[in-house]
Nanobody
């Protein structure tokens, strides 16, 4: 069973940056699909970024491209999300997730996982990000 716990949320002014961290345990370092999602007020949860633990291949949705960067810190057993040039429209709850199938191939993680609608994920409890104008 994969356990996930987010940290690093908080308040920042527009244009600022935040770095979220997700402590991950019980996953496979040789090949597991992990992701970041968010839920904005009044909206459905949306995917942001994915990373394959086997080779750190990443993928992003349009909401994250160019401003957000997902990475692994194997020494700390964390998956991080660096968020830059934040706007008030980024205010919401951010979640990390792990796909429950530990044998999902790299190509699935790179090309299909983020469009999967968050199905078959294990989830962290979420961390709040607030961006003020």
């Amino acid at each position: 069973q994969v356990n996930l716990e987010e940290s690093g949320g908080g308040s920042v002014e527009a244009g600022g940056s935040l770095r979220l961290s997700c402590a991950v345990s019980g996953h496979s370092r040789t090949g597991h699909c992990l992701g970041w999602y968010r839920q904005l007020p009044g909206k459905e949860r949306e995917a942001l970024a994915a990373i394959y633990t086997g080779d750190s291949t990443t993928s992003y949705t349009d909401s994250a491209k160019g401003r957000f960067t997902v990475s692994l810190d194997n020494a700390k057993n964390t998956m991080d999300l660096q968020m830059n040039r934040l706007t008030p429209e980024d205010t919401g709850t951010y979640f990390c997730a792990a796909f429950r199938d530990p044998y999902a191939p790299r190509d699935f993680c790179a090309n299909k996982y983020l469009a999967n609608g968050g199905r078959h994920n294990s989830w962290g409890q979420g961390t709040q990000v607030t961006v003020s104008a």
